[in-house]
């Protein structure tokens, strides 16, 4: 818990414009750990050259090695995309209908034949599971949608990005649950950061197919 405070306050101040040096004179925080939590917050040249000119030594120099070593970094992950984008090549309808039985067998709810259910934090994750039952036949306008939300969450705010990234309407939503403790607590923030969303449809025939889907793909494997 302490650590991910610290995390929390190092960006907070990166995000004021403090060098490495200043936010590890602060928060006695390695210049090692610093680069691996900080990676995503360059400070700009105009930044840089204002704590140069105000003496904080070697700035210039540590920004320059670090924002050299995130362009290599993301060279290499691009040449990795291009890689395997070439590798696997275009994906057909029926191996987009297959991904979705396994997507489902990983994170999918088992608990009733007559549910289909997927929560997740990442929006991307949940868009592609609400286009696979969409080639089942299912129709969004009649999904539910259940937020697991956090108490010092802009409830408002949060149900907006969901109805944005999932192109559902708000009536889709039921009331939200609540959380007692606070986001400060979740360790992926920064990544998605709005809560857990559950994508819900009771349906006896999809639920069943569903499951008989997934106990198919079990079994044969």
Known sequence: MARIKDRE???????GGKSYSQIKQELGISKSTLSYWLRDYPLSPERIKELQNKGVRGQRSIEKFRNTMAKKRQKRLDSVLCKVSNDIGSISKREMFVVGFFLYWAEGTKS???TT????????????????????????HRLKVKLHL???MDIDAETLFWIKKL?????????????????????????FGHGTCNIIFNNRDIGEYVHMGVKMLSTSS
């Open 9 to 15: 306050k190092a960006i907070k101040l990166r995000l």
């Open 167 to 191: 192109k559902i309407s708000r009536k889709a939503f039921t009331k939200p649950y609540i959380k007692e403790s606070s986001s400060k607590r979740i360790t992926y923030k920064g990544r």
């Open 112 to 114: 009733s034949t007559y």
């Open 150 to 152: 956090y108490k010092d």
């Open 117 to 140: 259910a997927m929560a997740n934090t990442d929006p991307t994750m949940l868009k592609f599971f609400i286009e696979w039952l969409e080639m089942l036949g299912v129709d969004r």
